[in-house]
């Protein structure tokens, strides 16, 4: 009976010590963190190419071979081994100005996203937690400047901010910087949009028995609002930030395809559909295939990142699919 006793003592001592209490392993997490994301294929495809696409943009003056506006063969050269996707009219190589493209995409793309996201955030909290005439001078603002149609807006405030003069390719956050007029543009279009999500779910969140506790014990207003409420709508903001991208990649590339976007000759997605490259669309049609199946990809990837992120951070939502 003893020894019982003590193999049972022993057995229960070793099972302990190897799989401990609290202790998950990092298979086991790894495990849960993939989970979600097992289940939306096309979420991680997005991620894939979003990730891609931002690569390209870092690494672009490394994986580039040729400088994109360097006359390096001749004119309208059909694809070889020199040249992968062909020259356009001026003898540029296409493939190097597909790769610098992406700076400008995805560089327009971030910085407006976090602009007009963090503005939209900040004037929803604030709007929300307040209320009053601060929610309703905010709301009236907000709904003039966004009875503007999109584009409009945006060929508006670039008109006034001025256009930019030239973009200085190589280093993305030094692209991010000299195209910051037509960043501003856009993303004054996106905070209206921004706000009023983040203003209802503040709403709810701040009649919660947690807000009114942090009033109790004396909690200042910003404190509430940036320390414990925004932590809750936290997740809200990021689906917004990744359901947007897709939108802004598409809109800086019509806007460059109207001529309004970046400087003539910097290397650009919507600029290279544009100009005199539609009239070789039939007779030199790799002009405009890496351009177009770059923005395609990378529009598409931006979308199916959006809708997996909000599935799986969106409780609503969770379980729908």
Known sequence: MAREVGSSASVAQET????????PSLRGTLATAWAPWGRRP???????????????????PFIAPFDPNEFVGRRLQS?????????????????????????????????STIIGVGLGTVLGVLSAYYGGWLDLVVQRVMEVIASFPGLILVLMIVAALGRPSGAREGNLLVLMWDLRALSIAIAAGLIFGVMRVIRSTVLKERSLPYVEAARTIGASPIRIM???????????????????????I????????????VSIGTASWGADLSGRNRDFFMSAPWVMLGPGIALTLTVMGANFLGDALRDILDPRLRGSR
């Open 250 to 261: 598409l809109l800086e590339a019509g806007i460059s395809f109207l001529g309004y976007g």
């Open 42 to 60: 096309l979420g991680v495809i997005g991620a894939f190419v979003i990730v891609a696409a931002l690569v390209m943009a870092i690494l672009a």
């Open 16 to 23: 302990f010590v190897l799989s401990p209490i609290g202790a």
């Open 79 to 111: 694809p070889d081994g020199a040249h992968i996707l062909g020259t356009n009219l001026l003898g540029q190589d296409m493939l190097s100005r597909t790769i610098y493209g992406a700076q400008v995409s995805i560089g327009i793309a971030l910085s």
């Open 226 to 248: 940036f320390r414990h409420i925004l932590p809750n709508v936290f997740p809200y903001v990021i689906v917004t930030f990744s359901s947007i991208i897709g939108f802004i």
